[in-house]
Structure formats: C-alpha cells, structure tokens
C-alpha cells in the first residue's frame, strides 16, 4: 500500500540538502486475496469463498467471509480489496430495502444483477477493487450466476471462478462441470446438486495447495426455491 521513491537528486549545492529527500506514495487499493467458485444447475446455484484475509504474505483474519447473502434467492461473492467488498454489499442492501418498500416485493436476480452492473459502472473513475460473482434463481427457477469485471460488464453463466485462484480452479471447472476437452459423450447440460457440492469442494481442496492466499474455511451456499443454505468446509491453515 505503500511504497517509496528513491531520493530525489538536484544539481548544484542545493543538492546536498535534498539528496536524503524521500517522496511517499499512497495506494486506497490493496489485493486481500481470496477465491470464489459458482455453479449453476437445473434447480438450484451453489457459490462458495474462502475466508483467508491476506497482505502479501501476512495473514490478517482467519474469519473474513467474501460471499454475502442478499435475500432468500442471491449471494454475492467479492475477492479483491476487503473494504471495497464491504462497502459495495452494504450499498446493495441498502437498495434493496428501497426496492422492498417501494415494490412490495424482494428484488429477483436478473434485477439484481442490473443494479450490480450500474453500481460498479457509477464508481467507473475510482472504481471498487473486487471481481464480483452473482448466483441465484431466475424467474423460472433454474439456477443463474452472473460474473462482472470492475467496472459493470457482465454475463451470465453456468459456473465460474474468481479471485487469487482462479487460474488454478477456472480449467479444473471447464473440464468437469462444461465438459471442454474431453472425449466423454452425451453430457449431461447440468449436474446434479451432490456432485457439483462435491466439485466445489475439490476445487478449493486443490487450490489451497498452490495458491497461499486461499484457505482456512470455504463457505458454500446452497441456492434453491426452499430458500438459501450455508455449509462450511475447513481447508488448509498454512
């Protein structure tokens, strides 16, 4: 966050005094690691984080969850700089109370998701530092995830990989769960819930092995149309 410049020199006996000068620089934006993995299915979306809270090579929590509820059909994923990932979920609830009180009803996913979009878009100039993850229920029921880069871009999908991780998770997913270069025939266009909770367990298992700013505990939450639910599972601590 931090980072200093090397001494500025000048010419002439001035010189003398300011060759021990030192000119600091200040980053607001700081990478606190952290993976997330979503997957969407016939009926149902699963999205997972882990809760390692990193600076380079210092752990600073052990606890610090990056996957947020925010109704009884989405779930939000934020890695990148922890305060942007708080700041950004607290401004969505707050809107979506809005919504409730004006419409009577809870927002719905794909309109959610449009909100998420503007919000990163409107921050554009000083944008929040987070790779965020949408998962949830669309208006059929079926399971949606909605993958967006800083700034508002977005697409649905079927399942992704965000974070510090995602080099190590993304291909492990294109092969097991889009079935990309292999030769089995006849896949299936979804899984069913117990397998792709099984994936998303072996994914972190995986990455927490190479990738030192993952681990401690992935938190999974299971979405369908009985409501949302929260599994735990502990990974590495080293």
Same mark, same amino acid.
């Given at each position: *966050? ?6 500025? *020199? ?85 809107? *979506? ?9 809870? *927002? ?9 979009? +503007? ?32 700034? @508002? ?15 190590? +998770? ?31 367990? #072996? ?16 938190? +999974? ?5 009985? @409501? ?9 601590? #080293?």
């Amino acid at each position: *966050m931090f980072a200093q410049q090397p001494p500025a *020199m000048s010419a002439g006996p001035a010189g003398a005094a300011s060759s021990h000068a030192i000119q600091h620089r200040v980053s607001p934006y700081e990478d606190n690691g952290g993976t997330s993995v979503a997957i969407a299915g016939e009926d149902y979306a699963i999205i997972a984080a882990d809760t390692r809270q990193s600076e380079g090579y210092l752990i600073n929590s052990r606890y610090a969850p990056k996957a947020f509820q925010l109704s009884d059909s989405s779930v939000v994923s934020c890695c990148g700089f922890y305060g942007d990932a708080t700041a950004l979920v607290t401004y969505l609830k707050q809107q *979506m109370e809005f919504y409730q009180f004006n419409h009577d009803k809870p *927002m719905p996913t794909p309109a959610l998701a449009q909100l998420l979009s +503007i919000t990163l878009y409107r921050k554009r100039f000083f944008p929040y530092y987070v790779h965020n993850i949408l998962a949830g229920l669309d208006a059929e029921g079926k399971g949606c995830i909605y993958n967006y880069d800083p700034v @508002g871009s977005f697409e649905r999908y079927k399942y992704q990989a965000s974070g510090s991780g995602v080099a190590l +998770i993304q291909p492990f997913l294109d092969n097991m769960v889009g079935f990309k270069n292999t030769s089995l025939q006849d896949n299936p266009p979804f899984l069913p819930l117990n397998k792709a909770l099984q994936l998303v367990k #072996d994914a972190f298992t995986s990455a927490t092995e190479r990738d030192i700013y993952t681990g401690d505990q992935v938190e +999974i939450f299971i979405i369908t149309r009985d @409501g949302v639910r929260k599994e735990t599972y502990d990974l590495k601590k #080293d």
